[in-house]
């Protein structure tokens, strides 16, 4: 199955005046047969690699006999590709840098969505620019609805600064779910669903390959679990409020601050910390991402370790998503013994 994951050119092509934009030409299904039009055109009119850096020619990139669908992040992508083998195309429009809880959606990147068979979203307002935007209501999928009474709100709104876009809150519902292995299993299970719905005779092809997810999703829960039983009775700090759904499943005792792993800590966010240590002394921060230099002093010189935990929303075209949980079990097993 070719993957259609795109990307921009370089590190400044998140905005319009110097961003990649992706034109998905014609998507017309008959008897069928499918043709795919697909260019890539920057703003200067220049020809762009695809948003995921490969320099794959996108021309004629989908077989013409596979089907088409969207995704929204990195692991409604691994789970689309696993169960959906050779007989269908995914596309993942966010640029590999962006974080799609943060992305919005080009009128191209809209094209591109309104041409696919299906469009698997995340839920849990993780799109939030999903209200703002007009697709076919029949073949958008919520991949959370399952669990939709089991959300967590944020306990309360975070305001920090964060870059050019000066200070912001953090509010409404958690859009992390994927990272109890358990919800992840059924946001597969609701791509298996409306796949084998849109493509009956496939159906069979789309099972197998979803028992095979299936096995590695709860081998992830089980790998989580054991680990999570060593830190239990520890408290942890965790460095973004998005741990919710990880931190409910595997019981752990986490509470949360708001700092960015790419920025040095203001003396803002060391006071949070220090008030917050005074009923909960961690000795521990999970971290989205590696942090900074900087970050990790300041936490030592508080006698808090710090450890990797990456929820993975998005990534590269050869990135796996599973891999890169196993990766995020292993850090922990190193450290929680």
């Not at 929204?72 to 809880?101: H, K, S």
């Amino acid at each position: 199955m070719r993957q259609l994951q795109l990307k921009p050119q370089g590190k400044n092509s998140a905005r319009c005046s110097n961003r990649a934009t992706t034109t998905l030409g014609t998507w017309v299904g008959l008897m069928g047969l499918v043709v795919v039009s697909l260019q890539l055109v920057g703003c200067n009119n220049q020809p762009a690699a695809n948003r995921n850096g490969t320099t794959e020619n996108s021309t004629g990139a989908a077989n013409s006999k596979r089907g088409l669908v969207v995704v929204t992040n990195l692991p409604l992508r691994q789970f689309a590709e696993t169960i959906a083998g050779e007989v269908v195309d995914v596309l993942l429009p966010i640029p590999a840098e962006e974080d799609p809880a943060f992305w919005a959606p080009i009128a191209a990147d809209v094209t591109a969505m309104q041409a696919a068979d299906l469009i698997f979203v995340n839920g849990a307002t993780f799109e939030s620019w999903l209200p703002t935007v007009t697709l076919p209501e029949t073949r958008v999928v919520d991949t959370s609805v399952a669990f939709k009474d089991k959300l967590f709100n944020m306990a309360e709104g975070l305001t920090h600064s964060h870059g050019p876009a000066g200070e912001h809150t953090h509010t409404g519902i958690v859009g992390t779910t994927w990272i109890d292995f358990d919800q992840a299993r059924q946001q597969a299970a609701a791509i298996l669903a409306a796949m084998s719905k849109r493509w009956p005779e496939h159906k069979a092809t789309f099972e197998t390959n979803y028992g095979k997810l299936e096995s590695q999703l709860k081998k992830l829960d089980d790998q989580m679990q054991q680990v999570a039983a060593k830190m239990r009775a520890l408290p942890l700090v965790v460095s973004h409020p998005i741990y919710d759904y990880w931190l409910r499943r595997y019981g752990l005792n986490g509470k949360a601050v708001h700092w960015e792993a790419s920025e040095v800590p203001t003396p803002e966010n060391i006071e949070e910390l220090k008030k917050l240590l005074v009923d909960h002394p961690a000795k521990f921060m999970i971290w989205e991402g590696d942090p900074a230099g900087e970050a990790i002093q300041v936490l030592k010189d508080l006698g808090i370790e710090s450890v990797v935990f990456t929820p993975a929303g998005n990534g590269t075209a050869d990135e796996n998503w599973l891999s890169l949980m196993r990766e995020n079990i292993d850090r922990l097993g190193s450290v929680f013994k």
